[in-house]
């Protein structure tokens, strides 16, 4: 708790005075280029990782970067997607799902959150992903690989339910709004990028946006 406090201190003696203009700007409201879903995990820092500053990003966290479904409960993701489309008009929606992620080990692995209500009844909303790994993956009895691909898997299956959401399916209609699916590995720093024309996830730098700022 002592970090804590002395990072608030640290905050407010040096950063925020640097960039008092940024946050007294801020004050009008906030005009966000991205709402960026990703997991609760704390080996990921958001903000370091797209090198963004306050304003820029309109942020949501849960286990296993989980979209549920439109109307299956209508809790903070639903409200957050809502208000990111709908008020602030944001024009990407990013769902960056990342390595080593302890909610898709326990889609993998049930037995180890069987004491874990809460968590249990939460990754229901990504049984589809358990069970395309279950059918469709037997052939990879590696862990490490088979931990990857339910990663990959889970991505897709949130993306598809990120389209069940009313404001989400407006604004693809009218074409003011794009999904990305990314992959990001803490322990290299590499982003993967789902390339649905390739149907695979590619390096950043094998993308088009990667390759544009070689």
Sequence with gaps: MQKLVQG???????????????????????????????????????????????????????????????????GGEAATIEYAVAVLKVRDIIVCGHSH????NGLLHPEQVQHLHAVRKFLHHADATARIIKENYQHITDEKARLTATVEENLLVQLESLRTHPSVAAALSRNELSLHGWVYKFETGQVFAYDAGQGQFLSFEQTDAGRALA
Excluded: W
């Design 8 to 74: 608030i201190h640290d905050f407010q003696n040096n950063i925020f005075t640097s960039q008092k203009q940024l946050f007294e700007r801020l004050t009008g409201g906030q005009q966000p280029m991205a709402l960026f879903i990703t997991c609760s995990d704390s080996r990921i820092d958001v903000s370091m990782l797209t090198q963004t500053k306050p304003g820029e990003l309109f942020i949501m966290r849960n286990a296993g970067n989980i979209i549920p479904p439109y109307g299956a409960g209508f």
């Design 101 to 104: 992620c302890g909610a898709m």
